[in-house]
């Protein structure tokens, strides 16, 4: 994204990228087929489950004004203006916390002051969310949004822990009131006595660590080794919807021998009961608010605006990380500017705004990436094997394949290349290494080339980037409404359940979080880090400074953690995220040398890259296991991995850059050599280096193309040393 502070030119930008990809961003998600439901079921779970939480827990904070269906609706119609007009379509609306607490905090404001009173707490909102529409609209024209570039991987996963550590609280704090007393209920109930409330405690662990366990299970179905193909490929798409029916249905089973409270279900009006539809018209009471309180409006409106700013900005960041490989441009100012609009539809019809929120965007973008590898991991199975039956040489196969990936590209020219060159480098190197033993021009078959395997190995990471899953999602939120009897089936235990589940499933990806895990490895085996696919800084940066630096991070993730808890003021945490700009240009800078956080903590601001470290050409790290014996690629590289995603052909030099492979001798084993070394790897084993200040000519970051074993017979050994 370009800097620029000039008014009106970010959005100008914006909308001339952004509606040059309108047509194909529909024929896109529409020829995807029926596929396109697995990442739209997958998101509207994940969206509209926590918005119904945050509806049941405004009821209980404003006597019942705000309900779920205020907070569905919101998430709905929001959702939906955004996906159909807005810029960035990976990018998720809803109701986020922040928002319940804000809310929570004007209506107690608003019952104490008899001018005002809960009868015009709807209409006093309503001009809170007019001057935070106004500006928006500010920051937005004045291209505010381009100083998200100075946000670095160190605020961006910073604050995805924060949430998800917020995401992780509410599942505690929910199964922790299951042992007690609802706040509005009669405390003589039957099910309210003792012993039950502990026996609802004990069934609503059940259930939440149930659904847990199994959802995070289900994603990794496609590594099973029992069922079916379409049976695994079933339950990895569907399986987190399908655990939480599953577990509803388990809530069931004791409901003859038990109370009827028991285990507790979700609290929610009927949209057709009066209460649910007096919001809609608060317009007509805006003008009964006295001007002292519509002047008194600004206060939490700043305080909203700046939320919104950065929760609705990171979170459109998150889902377009450059490991992601999108080719389509960024809309950041023209989506703030939508986000006003939508900020002063909600205030005027009585409804709590909708904003980008966390992780549900990025954990949208994922779900895309693992839908496109399936798409084009089928089209170049059906070329391959189709080519072998014509008896093609593995020059003419990889022609067919390189045709086909292109075809599955989109054919917009104007489109930012991808970091990766799709299929073309890998197939150089690939068809030299064969044509250096002989075997270029001879017929194959599967004993030489090992289509699933070999295929996954050259598929790069890209992500179906449309609009139809977006639209689908917030459509789907929107039947919520009408669902409500149904919803109110689902036990409350199942929604903390989720909970904890998003939170989990948002680290994976998070550089942040693989570092604490190095951290709290044994020194013993540490080495083993090298041998799977891993970011250059385990190789290039000192332990010692490793530590220093998670260690900063951890200490400011748990300061904005406190921060959270100071009532009213908790709302600003957003502030110290963005101090986080100018501690990491002027501040950490003074602490570690600057190559070594290039690799910790790239900053597009920073025009010269790390200075590369060699390693000999004696031994490589990174050699990877195949993905094909090991289930689906994007649960090892995405959902489910040991990390974030890892870029090997990328030309940019970044912290994420994988270390590729030249030593064909290392290609038959996922081992390290014992000969291979680095900096770190002494290190990491307990052992002195023995390089001895000296560079090598290769780097390990230089984004070289990795040669495969394809093309290499089974029947010709390779000699290792």
Known sequence: MEETFVPFRGIKNDLHGRLLCYKQDWTSGIKAGFRILAPTTYIFFASAIPVISFGEQLERNTDGILTAVQTLASTAICGIIHSIIGGQPLLILGVAEPTVIMYTFMFNFAKQRPDLGPGLFLAWTGWVCVWTAILLFLLAILGACSIINRFTRLAGELFGMLIAMLFMQQAIKGLVEEFRVPERDNPHLTEFMPSWRFANGMFALVLSFGLLLTALRSRKARSWRY????????????????????????????????????????VSPNPWSPGAYQNWTVIKDMLNVPVIYILGAFVPATMIAVLYYFDHSVASQLAQQKEFNLRKPSSFHYDLLLLGFLTLMCGLVGIPPSNGVIPQSPMHTKSLATLKHQLLRNKLVT?????????????????????????????????????????????????????????????????????????????????????????????????????????????????????????????????????????????????????????????????????????????????????????????????????????????????????????????????????PFHLPMEGEFGSRPSHAESGEILDEMITRSRGEVKRINSPKITSSTATPIRDTKLLQSPRISEKAYSPQIGKLRGQQSPLSGGRGPFSPRTGEPKPSNLGTSPRISTPND
């Open 383 to 611: 070329t391959a094997r189709k080519s072998m039956q014509k008896n093609s040489s593995l020059g003419q196969l990889y022609g067919n394949m390189q045709e086909a990936y292109q075809q599955m590209q989109t054919p917009l020219i104007y489109q930012e290349p991808s970091a990766r060159q799709g299929l073309k480098e890998l197939k150089e190197s690939t068809i030299q290494l064969a044509s250096s033993m002989g075997h270029i021009d001879a017929p194959i078959d599967e004993t030489v080339f090992d289509v699933e395997k070999e295929i996954d190995d050259l598929l790069p990471v890209e992500v179906k980037e449309q609009r139809v899953s977006n639209l689908l999602q917030a459509t789907m939120v929107g039947g919520c409404v009408a669902a409500m009897p149904v919803l109110r089936m689902i036990p409350t235990s199942v929604l903390w359940g989720y909970f904890a589940y998003m939170a989990i499933e948002s680290l994976p990806g998070n550089q942040f979080w693989e570092r604490i895990l190095l951290l709290f490895t044994a020194p013993s085996r540490r080495y083993k880090v090298l041998e799977d696919h891993h970011a250059t800084f385990v190789e290039t940066v000192p332990f010692k400074s490793i530590v220093a630096f998670t260690t900063f991070q951890t200490l400011y993730l748990l300061a904005c953690f406190g921060i959270t808890w100071v009532p009213i003021a908790g709302l600003l945490f957003p502030l110290l995220i963005m101090l986080l700009v100018p501690v990491r240009q002027y501040i950490l800078s003074k602490f570690f040398k600057g190559v070594h956080l290039q690799d910790l903590d790239a900053a597009d601001y920073e025009e010269s890259p790390a200075v």
């Open 227 to 266: 069922g079916t193909g379409w049976l695994r490929s079933l339950i990895a798409d569907y399986g987190v919807p399908i655990m939480v029916v599953v577990w509803t249905a388990v809530s069931y089973i004791p409901s003859e021998s038990v109370p009827k409270g028991i285990p507790r279900r979700l």
